[in-house]
């Protein structure tokens, strides 16, 4: 699949050398290394996923993450929440993570958002955004997410964790040609979906936060940089208890496989 994001002209020195195990990498190299540069993206919750993928993408060297999260840090967070330290505790999320980000790249942009996403406000949130990744543990805000992904045409990386499982995919309404759109209903059409319970309330592997978001992070990466082959119209299921990992086939509703 064709990059996502044009190169930046020139990475700064102290940048060429931070990230050279990239420029060496087969299907990224400098120029992808510049187009990580220049990429925009947005990521929903500071939480078990969303630390370990803000942590991996400000590592890799995008230059520029806008973190959306209207909570606070928690001592119960510190579990799976590797962005955030005892000293974090009281303080928003993503100020947080903002602080982390910064710590291992500093030429990366944090856009820190604190407020809930919504119906209302999720297309003014990632307007601009080359790609979003949902990393938020309510059905309500990944539906939100979705629609305002499937309206602005780009990419959403999705993904999920409870007690020891986790999926993860891509969906995009609107994706390069010969390649089927995938969106959120095709998962889990309208209604189906109900409630999922609460980490608080059945529990959630730390580790496993740690291994999903580094999926979702890599998705995100092949996507900017055009490496490889997205996760568009397939499924990774996660069973860590058995030591599984499955990838079956995301159909769009209306179609048949080939």
């Known amino acids: 699949m064709r990059p996502l994001v044009e190169p930046v002209a020139s990475l700064a020195p102290e940048e060429l050398i931070r990230t050279a195990r990239h420029a060496v990498l087969a299907a990224i190299g400098e120029e992808g290394q510049r187009r990580l540069a220049a990429a925009r993206i947005a990521v929903i919750g500071a939480g078990g996923l ?13 230059g520029e993450l806008v973190v959306i999260d209207d909570d ?14 005892v000293d974090d ?12 980000v910064q710590a291992l790249s500093p030429l ?31 059905f309500d805000t990944r539906e939100a997410v979705a629609a305002a992904a499937e309206h602005l045409g780009i990419p959403l990386v999705w993904g999920a964790v409870q007690e020891w499982a986790a999926q993860v995919t891509v969906f ?51 996507l900017v940089t055009g490496a ?25 509703s209306g179609r048949t496989p080939a």
């Open 72 to 85: 606070v840090v928690e001592r119960t967070n510190l579990q799976r929440q590797l962005a955030h330290r």
């Open 50 to 62: 969303g630390s370990p993928v803000l942590l991996a993408l400000a590592a890799a060297g995008v």
């Open 108 to 138: 990366t942009v944090v856009q820190e958002r604190t407020l809930r996403l919504t119906s209302d406000n999720a297309v003014d949130l990632l307007a601009g955004a080359h790609l979003v990744i949902d990393g938020s543990d309510t």
């Open 89 to 100: 505790i009281g303080t928003a999320k993503t100020a947080s993570a903002a602080r982390a």
């Open 172 to 222: 995009w309404s609107a994706p390069p040609e010969g390649h089927a759109p995938v969106v959120l209903g095709d998962l889990f059409p309208p209604g189906s979906a109900g409630e999922p319970p609460t980490c608080a309330q059945v529990g959630v592997l730390g580790s496993l936060c740690v291994q999903v978001g580094g999926l979702l992070a890599t998705e995100a990466i092949k």
């Open 228 to 252: 490889g082959e997205p996760l568009l119209g397939r499924l990774i299921v996660v069973d860590a208890l058995r030591a599984r990992q499955d990838v079956i086939p995301l159909i769009p």
